[in-house]
């Protein structure tokens, strides 16, 4: 346990060391401000505004900034669509892969446009090359850029004073992906391939196993995908496996970049949260209660699975850890330290198959996204998720005190608590709603490979991951039939759109008020104790929404597994 505490510390010090750095770059990125790249990524920006036809000096008030972030995002979404059913007439398709099938292509396409990467299929079998480059890998820029875009247009509608604008969508979203991304991503891809991540466009190669045996060996531009996967809290993997994958993932140095890539840009983007509304302490402390959270789960899986399952003792197991489903390579803290990490940042990637966790690991894991993917979160989506906690945290505070509630000198009325909350719950309506509908109907029991706690368990998970645009799974549930195909892409569209749009909504209500000097009742929201209520309400939410759910699964699992059943 030394060792692992150890190897969780040098993680937590090294994201630290990085994020730091980073967020100040990036505050600099969003505000207009001169980088030492500018020289080369301005004129690829302005090649990419002048083909595009667009003005981005010219800003763009709450609603044309929706209307520009949705009709970008729903063509990209029909582009995904026509390139998974006309890849057998492109090229780079050396395995004469033939169209997806328009149910699987239509949630395919909806799930790497919510930045969720859900997928219901297995890459090498299913996706070209071509399709894996130009539909996955692009969508897997562009999402992350888009929500990296709200969580900025949220930011200036807290410091602008009297205006109704709050950006221009295409300004943010190209300097996302050409100043940050891009970069940042090629970096990452050479770190990758000198480890040993493939990245070709050869045939699959045929080889004779020693047991005398044929097997086909899979290749393809893996490095390049991988990078932005992680990088963007995108999380599709190239190959069915993902970062179980040696291809994906093949040395423990690659396993702790991965970890690391995760959680960069969202951790800075706390870091730029604070340079940006000019001062820092109001992003240290939302960083801190990430953290504060994020350190309670770790621990939660990491001991759970540490402890494993009893049950193991009887079969003549000598160690008192569970490997089943982990990769010999990582052990329990890089295994542990991945499930945690992906789950808190809405990204999906897996390198453990998280149905073989232990029912209160899975239970830790399924309530990370159960709460909103704020616990650190997706890139940006974190940053503006969280904001609505804090929101709300600032409201019961003004109740308690007799005041008005205000954030950063901004009064939280009642229409921006009535957005906070649509985008707080509609998530959460989702997930209860359909995993409600999906164990007593035919179609959705016909998905569950379990039976008992452990099915419900399944069904839980796959529409948490889905409306918090997770992508992650209990990889029990037989998700590619058409009923679940449908109804995870709704769940995703709704857990995406369903909190962007109140999001900027807010963003644009903050930015035409004036801003309130700060006063003798004024709660002050840099110190310990606003830290602590902000994880108590993330948590008080969480547990009061979701409890009597996880009751009947992973709890009940858990309880019945010391008895000695299990599912």
């Known amino acids: 346990m030394i060792t692992d505490s150890l190897f969780f510390i040098v993680f937590f010090s090294l994201l630290l060391l990085m994020a730091w750095p980073l967020g100040r770059y ?24 002048r083909l595009a036809g667009i003005d981005a000096r010219q800003e763009m008030n709450w609603r044309q900034y929706a209307s520009a972030l949705v009709i970008f995002n729903v063509l990209g979404m029909i582009a995904v669509v026509a390139l998974q059913e006309l890849q057998t007439i492109l090229p780079w398709n050396p395995e004469g892969l033939a169209a997806v099938p328009f149910g699987l292509a239509f949630n395919t396409a909806v799930s790497f446009m919510t930045n969720t990467n859900w997928q219901a ?76 991540v493939v990245q070709n466009l050869s045939p699959y190669i045929a080889v004779d196993t020693l047991e005398g ?39 423990p140095f690659t396993n702790l970049v991965q970890v690391l890539s995760i959680f960069l840009i969202p951790t800075g983007m706390v870091f730029m949260f604070g340079n940006m509304v000019k001062d820092r302490r109001q992003g240290y402390a939302i960083l801190a209660a990430m953290l504060l959270l994020f350190t309670l789960c770790l621990g939660g899986v990491y001991v759970s699975e540490l402890y494993g399952n009893p049950l193991m003792g009887n079969l003549g197991v000598n160690e008192p850890t569970s490997m089943e489903g ?7 803290n890089g295994s542990t330290l991945f499930a945690t990490v992906t789950t808190a940042a809405s990204c999906g990637a897996v390198n453990t198959m998280h149905d073989s966790l232990t029912p209160l690991g899975g239970l830790v894991t399924m309530l990370q996204m159960m709460l909103g993917e704020v616990v650190v979160g997706g890139v940006g989506a974190g940053l503006y998720g969280m904001m609505m906690f804090i929101m709300l945290t600032v409201f019961v505070v003004g109740l308690m005190v007799g005041r008005t509630p205000e954030y950063l000198g901004k009064k939280i009325e009642a229409y921006e608590m009535k957005m906070a909350i649509i985008a707080i719950l509609f998530p959460a309506v989702t997930v209860l709603f359909g995993s409600a509908l999906s164990v007593v109907i035919e179609s959705g029991l016909a998905g569950m490979a379990n039976a008992g706690p452990h099915g419900l368990s399944e069904v839980l998970y796959g529409f948490a991951s889905t409306a918090g645009n997770n992508g992650s799974a209990f990889a029990g549930l037989s998700a590619n039939t058409l009923y679940y195909n449908l109804m995870f892409a709704a769940a995703m569209l709704i857990g995406r759109f369903g909190v962007i749009i109140p999001v900027l909504a807010i963003a644009g209500s903050l930015a035409e008020k004036k801003v309130s000097p700060p006063g003798p009742g004024t709660f002050p929201t840099t110190g310990l104790l606003f830290v602590l209520l902000l994880a108590v309400i993330v948590l008080m939410v969480g547990a009061l929404t979701f409890l009597p759910a996880l009751s009947l699964g992973p709890i009940v699992e858990h309880l019945l597994m010391l008895q000695g059943i299990t599912f």
Not at 155 to 161: F, Q, W
Not at 326 to 332: A, Q
Request: glycine share 10%; proline share 3%.
């Open 26 to 49: 990036m505050s600099k990125v969003y505000s207009g401000e001169k980088t030492v790249f500018d020289k080369i990524f301005s004129q690829i920006g302005n090649i990419c505004y």
């Open 121 to 196: 299929y297995s890459g090498e079998t299913t996706m070209s090359y071509f399709t894996q480059m130009t539909a996955l890998t692009v969508q897997n820029f562009v999402s992350a850029a888009t929500g990296m875009a709200v969580a900025v247009a949220l930011i200036r509608g807290l410091t602008r004073r009297t205006t109704k604008v709050i950006g221009n969508f295409w300004f943010d979203m190209v300097r996302s992906v050409v100043w940050i991304l891009l970069p940042l991503s090629i970096l990452v891809s050479f770190i990758f391939m000198q480890q040993g």
């Open 213 to 251: 045996g044929r097997q086909t060996i899979a290749m393809g531009p893996v490095a390049s995908q991988e990078a932005i996967k992680l990088l963007g809290t995108n999380g599709g993997g190239f190959f069915n496996a993902n970062s179980a994958h040696p291809f994906e993932n093949p040395t």
């Open 326 to 332: 982990k990769d010999m390579r990582f052990g329990i």
